[in-house]
């Protein structure tokens, strides 16, 4: 009880006016060690080799051409050492990567790629000044992507695709007009997934041993840590006993997945959870380059239009449609889901999350800081990636003038939109036969930010200085009308913005060239 009020914060006699404290400063240039919670350090190396064949065959009729390049590389990363109270110590002499011990790969990327032009004997007998082009292309590649791994810490493959693009340009009066249309598709393997927050991960592989730890070895000096019973047994002795017993099986349960779950036994040596057993306050090392894969699979369709409707004036327009999905998400990452649902969803999944009190247990933080995320990304697969424009158009004009008093002068605009992208889903919940509650995300109806317009202009002035100089001044206007109002990028289940970016606002620069 107190002495006035509900809680020891009311209390007066809790009360002790000023006092006097030492601080201790950390600063930046002193100790500032102690600032430091993290350090990675990254070396990569890359030597490359590439060989271009084009030939010009019939006439300039048909044109191959064969690309090859070898890529040589190696790299790793390597997380800053720690001293014994678990502060990082950036100084540590043995923080170092030696580049004659790390492995060498390599990998090979091959293009091939043929253009046709209409014959001579075509060309002359088509109106209007006609003419036009076939293209083929089909080219193979990868990444070199060293020091990243998976959830176990072993080396991820390298991201390698393969792309075909074909189509076709058509012209007319004497090329003043043109057409280009060009489709695409392309497939990449061992993609890096991108939205999976992995720290959330490691915080809940600290909290899951700690409270087993705890369990196993109860503290009778701090039995808030431990004493289940107490806090959830309501004083009845019985159930008191029931509620110890479910935690301590809790804990059984994450030792027994160490004994006889290969993957859980991975993910914990994999990621130096050093002791986890033995003491309360283990610490842990994050694998450095840790990342998942996805494969994806863009493809789309782009659209060329070029005029000149006099000498001195360009006209440019440019349409563009585009997917792209992904497919196998995860990886390892899943394999670890998979393997740790039932741990989560099972007796561990009772102990609470920071004390024994505490109203949150780790079945409710697996689901919401880890299974939710990773629920998202699943319903995503197949879909188009959240983070897509569908449609893009471009519009460009420039004018030259040649002649009177404004001669030299170059003036330009451009115009560009983008679609709508996906800032993110609605919540459905519903009920199953047996009363189960449950939700999911709405993937076929999502929230989508604001379409985006630009417009940039530029006005130029140039002139020849002597015979061999020519010298050209231009002031470029970039998002000439830009707003200052933020944009959304990410929305809470209801609709309502939950982060916003700042705009691209109004910006200018001048040039100034000098030909010779």
């Not at 002495?3 to 201790?24: H, I, L, M, R």
């Not at 780790?362 to 939710?372: E, Q």
């Not at 200052?484 to 289940?493: A, T």
Request: charged fraction near 20%; aromatic fraction near 14%.
């Amino acid at each position: 009880s107190t002495a006035d009020g509900d809680t020891q914060a009311d209390n007066p006699s809790n009360y002790k006016g000023w006092g006097f404290w030492d601080v201790g400063n950390v600063n930046s240039y002193d100790k500032g060690v102690q600032l430091y919670n993290n350090g990675t350090k990254t070396y990569q190396r890359v030597k490359s080799q590439a060989f271009v064949w084009q030939a010009y065959l019939f006439e300039n009729t048909l044109v191959p051409s064969i690309g090859w390049r070898r890529d040589v590389f190696k790299g790793s990363n390597v997380n800053a050492p720690r001293t014994t109270n678990d502060q990082v110590n950036p100084n540590d002499p043995t923080w170092k990567i030696d580049p004659d011990t790390l492995p060498v790969e390599a990998g090979e990327s091959i293009s091939y790629s043929v253009v046709a032009h209409a014959p001579k004997f075509i060309r002359d007998r088509l109106p209007f000044g006609t003419n036009f082009s076939l293209f083929y292309n089909q080219s193979q590649n990868f990444q070199p992507r060293p020091g990243q791994v998976d959830m176990f810490g072993d080396p991820l493959a390298n991201p390698t695709g393969d792309t075909k693009d074909y189509g076709f340009v058509v012209s007319v009066l004497d090329d003043r007009l043109s057409l280009k249309v060009n489709w695409y598709k392309t497939n990449v393997t061992n993609d890096r997934l991108n939205g999976f927050q992995f720290w959330k991960i490691d915080q809940f592989g600290d909290v899951l041993l700690q409270r087993a730890f705890q369990l196993n070895h109860k503290d009778e000096a701090n039995s808030w840590k431990w004493d289940y019973g107490f806090y959830w047994g309501g004083g009845d002795p019985a159930k008191e006993a029931v509620e110890q017993a479910k935690a301590d099986a809790g804990a059984a349960a994450v030792l027994d997945a160490y004994n006889t779950n290969p993957v859980f036994k991975q993910w914990i040596d994999g990621w130096k959870y050093n002791d986890a057993f033995l003491y309360e306050s283990s610490t842990n090392d994050v694998p450095p380059g840790l990342a998942a894969t996805t494969d994806t699979t863009s493809k789309g369709i782009e659209f060329e239009l070029a005029g000149k409707p006099t000498k001195n004036w360009n006209v440019s327009l440019n349409v563009a449609k585009t997917s792209a999905t992904q497919q196998n998400i995860g990886g390892a990452l899943k394999t670890w889901i998979e393997a740790m649902t039932p741990l989560a969803n099972g007796p561990a999944g009772d102990l609470r999350q920071w004390w024994a009190g505490d109203s949150n247990n780790l079945r409710g933080v697996w689901d919401r800081d880890i299974m939710a995320q990773f629920r998202l990304l699943k319903v995503q697969e197949g879909s188009d990636v959240p983070e897509l424009r569908r449609w893009r158009f471009n519009v460009v004009s420039g004018y030259d003038f040649t002649h009177g008093l404004l001669k030299g002068i170059n003036v330009g605009v451009a115009y560009r939109w983008e679609d709508s992208v996906v800032t993110g889903y609605p919540v459905i919940e519903t009920t199953n036969d047996e009363g189960v509650i449950d939700y999911f995300y709405d993937v076929k109806n999502p929230y989508k930010g604001p379409k985006e317009n630009h417009v940039d202009f530029w006005i130029g002035y140039g002139r020849k200085l002597t015979s061999k100089i020519d010298w050209r001044i231009q002031l470029n206007v970039r998002d000439a009308l830009a707003s200052k109002k933020l944009i959304p990028i990410s929305v809470n289940p209801d609709g309502s913005p939950a982060a916003y970016r700042i705009p691209e606002l109004t910006s200018w620069s001048i040039t100034n060239t000098f030909t010779f």
